[in-house]
């Protein structure tokens, strides 16, 4: 047969009967969008996790008090009571331990904050001047907590994008301005750039100051909830993780590592374990949505069964005036694959259409690659092959005779 004549033919078997096969199309489209959204909302929710993560800072290792277990990786993140960490440990870290770049001593908690008349709940972290260079942090207006600031104890503040904007209003001035921490009077001296939430703290719904501050009082004690420390290159991050632990265990004066009070989390691990997530999470949402094609794929082999059965005649007709096996197997698998490659082309269109609808929200951005797209196509037309095989066989294995009498 013609290619003409094959494409004329298929097209006048699917319009033969558009309901049967707009839905037979429709369980391919679910399919393929699905795949196509899912995987696109996976990688995107992947990107942004390693992207907040580096945004916290580069070459950072984190010591937290209490044993050795998964915790967030920021200034935020909450430690529990454990009360190990002093502010010894952190000068012993910047004095001993080599490749060190700087060391910031921090106290995080969260407090009731208000400021005329207005009130918000977030998080106040005591931090040193290093805070910034660890941290990536930069500031919009004002300044950053300053030494003198710190060795004084000094009742200043620095506040994030949006608790300045919970407080005062939006991009209202406060340099100068007071709020309350704890019924405490704090000065603002300073309001960070933007930077975003992460999936463990929103980084602009934060107040900072001195960390002996927040020691002498909120906190009523020497102790710190984290020690942040940044490595002088990528390299050299598991070397001073390593030197960190030892001189810890013997400051602590702990002989197993086993029974650490503290525990040392490395940027580059957490980066691997949370790629490590949210790939898995990817290839869960994939397969979620490759179920969805799976049941698209037999909704055409059970059409084209039918579309045999119903054809049955003209199956015979055509073999009768010397049609071979080979045309009418074809015929039936090409009808099949056009089918599936529709619902490809309209669900690859839905899925982006999805995604970009995701990326209005603002919640998350989704990244739609051409491989995936790809994929999609090459899947929907292999589910055509496959699931239409069998109709298309057994189109072919009919006896003329037989199919001539089929009434």
Do not use: C
């Not at 013609?2 to 033969?16: C, G, Q, V």
């Not at 082309?345 to 739609?368: D, E, F, K, Q, R």
């Amino acid at each position: 047969m013609k290619f003409n004549d094959i494409t004329h033919e298929t097209y006048t078997a699917l319009m033969a009967n558009k309901v049967r096969s707009g839905l037979t199309i429709l369980g391919i489209v679910i399919g393929i969008s699905s795949v196509i959204a899912m995987v696109s909302i996976g990688t995107g929710a992947s990107n942004s996790i390693s992207s907040s993560i580096e945004s916290l800072g580069s070459n950072l290792i984190q010591i937290s008090p209490g044993a050795e277990q998964m915790r967030g990786f920021g200034a935020t993140s909450g430690r529990g009571n454990a009360k190990t960490l002093t502010n010894d440990d952190a000068r012993a870290i910047a004095l001993e331990v080599p490749n060190v770049k700087a060391v910031d001593s921090q106290v995080s908690s969260r407090y009731q904050i208000t400021a005329k008349g207005t009130n918000t709940n977030t998080s106040v972290t005591g931090v040193t001047a290093n805070f910034p260079q660890i941290s990536n942090t930069e500031v919009a207006e004002g300044s950053f907590i300053s030494d003198t600031q710190n060795n004084s104890a000094l009742r200043v503040a620095v506040l994030g994008p949006t608790t300045r904007d919970d407080l005062f209003g939006e991009n209202t001035y406060v340099i100068g301005k007071s709020i309350r921490i704890n019924k405490l009077e704090f000065k603002v001296v300073g309001v960070t750039v933007a930077k975003g939430g992460t999936g463990f703290q929103n980084q602009d719904d934060i107040i900072y100051i001195p960390v002996r501050t927040a020691q002498q009082y909120l906190s009523g004690d020497q102790y710190l909830t984290t020690i942040a420390v940044q490595a002088s290159t990528s390299e050299m991050m598991t070397e001073v993780q390593a030197d960190i632990t030892a001189l810890l265990l013997d400051r602590h004066k702990i002989k197993d590592p086993t029974q650490a009070d503290f525990s040392v989390l490395n940027q580059n691990d957490i980066l691997s374990t949370a790629s490590s997530v949210t790939s898995t999470l990817t290839y869960l949402l994939a397969a979620i949505g490759g179920i969805s094609l799976l049941v698209g794929g037999i909704g055409i082999m059970n059409m084209m069964l039918t579309t045999v059965t119903e054809r049955t005649r003209e199956i015979g007709l055509r073999k009768a005036i010397g049609a071979r096996k080979s045309d009418i197997s074809t015929q039936f698998l090409i009808e099949a694959v056009a089918l599936t490659l529709i619902g490809g082309i309209i669900g690859i269109a839905l899925g982006w259409l999805i995604s970009y609808i995701v990326n209005l929200t603002g919640l998350l951005t989704t990244s739609v690659s051409l491989s995936s797209v790809l994929l999609a196509f090459g899947v929907s037309a292999m589910t055509g092959i496959v699931f239409g095989y069998y109709p298309a066989r057994r189109a072919a294995s009919l006896s003329p005779i037989d199919a001539l009498r089929y009434e």
